[in-house]
């Protein structure tokens, strides 16, 4: 939808803004200075102060309004230096001063509006002291805003108005964050105790306080992590074909509205407000479901709280075609409760859903279940089943890689079909994503030294849908960067998502490469190191760090069994369409197209089982290029 633009006059000066906007930063964006006390660029206007009023004229009218929360919803005309205003501001400061006259913000409000008269408003509640509390409210909805805590917060009317802490005490709900100590313009909260004795305390809140606005005001527009929490990635990645879909065949389904973040939103997700991992965490995404009534398993009739779901455990309910909600927070709770994965539960739970319905295993093997995708009260029973390790839930809780093994030497199950399907490297079951189209996904999944968790290298949308990384080598360098890069912020307890869910608005002015790095919060994210160990960081320094981690972790993978190239070879289905269902539904969009514009092959008039073959062998070379490239990088041998 079109930003609607308006033409107003400020000053007699003619300028267009976008309608909606608050009046103020207009005015200072068009050079004009106007005196605030209670307005903070980080928080919600309050419009209490009234410093900052200039004169409106609309439709003949005029009036003064307060321009912090004044949004621009019409033409109209603006005088900022009317005698009304200056008269306005100019008693406001006085009564300001005569309040609080040692407090050099007050003194630097009056200087501004020409207010020189200490004494005017001179009374018994005139507080001598310089760091006097000057009731800007801004503590207050910091904690609020940034924080989503509701801790400090006004009592009293009119000239006893104060601020404080409920009932006037210390509340144990406080977690010492500091914002409201940051934002106060006095110095009338003050810090007494840095429990963690970092080296620069004030370097990590300046750069904590930058990460914390950013996160309360852009993430209402980018991701929406404080309303939904990661589930708003189910609708992202099936608008992109990119949502695992019955064991990766398929990247979307029509029912995928029964568990997207609007259905969460609208039937389950109680709380509706950020409720974090942590108390204090700065993105504080929303994900928890209430009073939920369990319908099997040991706790059935019981109303629970489900802690979730996340992106994952939803896309892992969609890979087992199990588009139910109520099925989806049922399986979220037992798998938390059981303390199993929901990924690998879900990536295997499809795998096996699979070889069912292919006819590998039957139900004598399930233990009577018919596993067909879609199964919703057939998976639950397998979960309860692992858990108490009792039937047919004992092998799935095995894994794939052990599932192959068994079902080909005992039941002589078509192991290259099983290998082919089978979503799991180095033993651990892929996360939820479609990575048939994007290269450096593949080879992110496959070298990832724990396997395909995508924690270390999440290139899909660099690669695919923003097309940052084209060539070969792009690829490489990013097979290098990513992973040191991860490694490093997660050993240093620093989340993924405040790097580059929500980015900064001045991210976009980067080339694309440097851009997919946010290097605004790289630097952010070093800073904080930098004020907890006193050591400057730059990209070398923090990518030899994170090498040496990260080839103590590849020795650990040797001495496990792994670590050469046979073990970064990905299951075909990651690569490309298995079968020919798969291919026929993309064959248009996708295989077809590349193997007329890539190859130069004609595909009309060949059967699809041939046009498989042809795309197979195209897409396991490309693969192999995108690896070897990856170990130059890394300065590996082709065995890697
Ligand atoms: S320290 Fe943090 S949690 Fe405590 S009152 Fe201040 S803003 Fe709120
Ligand atoms: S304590 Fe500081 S931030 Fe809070 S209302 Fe008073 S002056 Fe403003
Ligand atoms: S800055 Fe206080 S009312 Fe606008």
């Known amino acids: 939808m079109a930003t609607k633009k308006i033409i107003i006059r400020i000053d007699g000066r003619e300028t267009e803004v976008t309608k909606d906007s608050f009046l103020l930063g207009v005015l200072r964006d068009n050079g004009v200075a106007v005196p605030t006390l209670c307005h903070h660029k980080d928080l919600t206007p309050q419009g209490t102060c009234r410093l900052c009023v200039v004169e409106i004229e609309q439709n003949g009218k005029k009036k003064l309004v307060t321009s912090c929360n004044f949004p621009i919803r019409a033409e109209i005309s603006i005088d900022t230096t009317s005698e009304r205003v200056k008269k306005h501001r100019k008693t406001l400061a006085e009564m300001y001063l005569g309040r609080w006259p040692k407090v050099p913000v007050i003194q630097e409000i009056a200087a501004i509006c020409g207010a020189t008269d200490k004494d005017r408003f001179k009374s018994e509640l005139t507080d001598e002291n310089e760091k006097a509390c000057i009731l800007c409210g801004h503590c207050v909805h910091a904690c609020e805003e940034f924080i989503m805590e509701k801790i400090l917060d006004f009592a009293g009317r009119g000239i006893k108005r104060h601020m404080t802490m409920p009932f006037g005490e210390v509340d144990p709900h406080c977690i010492g964050c500091t914002s409201c100590a940051y934002v106060c313009p006095t110095g009338a909260i003050q810090i007494v105790d840095d429990m963690n004795g970092p080296h620069d305390a004030k370097l990590i809140r300046d750069y904590g306080m930058k990460i914390n606005a950013e996160m309360a005001t852009l993430d209402k527009s980018q991701c929406r992590m404080r309303e939904v929490g990661t589930a708003n990635i189910v609708d992202v990645m099936d608008a992109y074909d990119l949502l695992p879909v019955h064991n990766y065949k398929f990247g979307q389904h029509v029912d995928t509205p029964n568990i997207d973040s609007k259905m969460l939103k609208k039937k389950y997700v109680t709380q509706g407000m950020p409720d974090g991992c942590w108390k204090g965490c700065s993105m504080a995404c929303a994900k928890t479901v209430d009073g ?65 319905e292919n006819g590998l295993i039957d139900k004598e093997v399930t233990g009577g279940k018919e596993l067909k995708f879609g199964a919703t009260a057939e998976v639950l029973q397998c979960l309860h089943e692992m858990a108490v390790g009792e039937g047919f839930g004992v092998d799935v809780g095995m894994g794939i890689r052990y599932l192959k093994g068994k ?60 097309n940052q990384i084209p060539s070969f080598e792009d690829k490489a360098e990013a097979l290098y960067y990513y992973p040191l890069w991860r490694t490093w912020f997660g050993l240093n307890g620093l989340c993924k998502l405040l790097w580059n869910d929500v980015v900064p608005t001045a991210n976009k002015n980067f080339p694309p490469q440097q851009a997919a790095k946010v290097p605004e919060h790289v630097e952010d994210f070093f800073k904080f190191f930098e004020g907890m160990t006193g050591e400057p960081l730059d990209e070398n320094k923090m990518l030899d760090q994170s090498a040496r981690v990260h080839n103590l972790q590849r020795v650990m993978s040797r001495m496990l069994g792994f670590g050469t190239r046979k073990d970064d070879m990905p299951p075909y289905r990651a690569v490309g369409p298995v079968t020919g269902e798969e291919y026929e539904s993309r064959a248009e969009k996708i295989y077809d197209k590349q193997m007329k514009d890539i190859l130069g092959i004609d595909p009309e008039g060949k059967t699809t089982e041939e046009k498989m073959e042809i795309t197979r062998k195209h897409r396991e070379d490309q693969y192999n290029k995108v690896v070897d490239a990856a170990y130059d990088r890394r300065g590996w041998t082709r065995n890697g």
């Open 292 to 356: 939920f009534e369990l319908k099997t398993g040991p706790y059935k009739g019981s109303k629970v709280t489900v802690d979730g779901p996340e992106y994952e455990t939803a896309a892992a309910a969609a890979n087992m075609g199990c588009f139910d909600g109520d099925f989806l927070m049922e399986y979220n709770f037992y798998c938390d409760t059981y303390g199993v994965d929901t990924i690998s539960v879900g990536t295997c739970m499809a795998f096996v859903m699979e070889c069912f």
């Open 407 to 466: 079902w080909a030497s005992e039941l002589g199950a078509d192991a290259g079909f099983m290998q082919d399907i089978g979503m799991e490297v180095k033993g651990l079951e892929y996360s939820e994503y479609v990575c048939k189209e994007s290269l450096a996904q593949q080879a992110g999944y496959t070298m990832a030294v724990k396997g395909p968790q995508h924690d270390e290298a999440w290139l899909i949308f660099m690669d695919m849908v923003n």
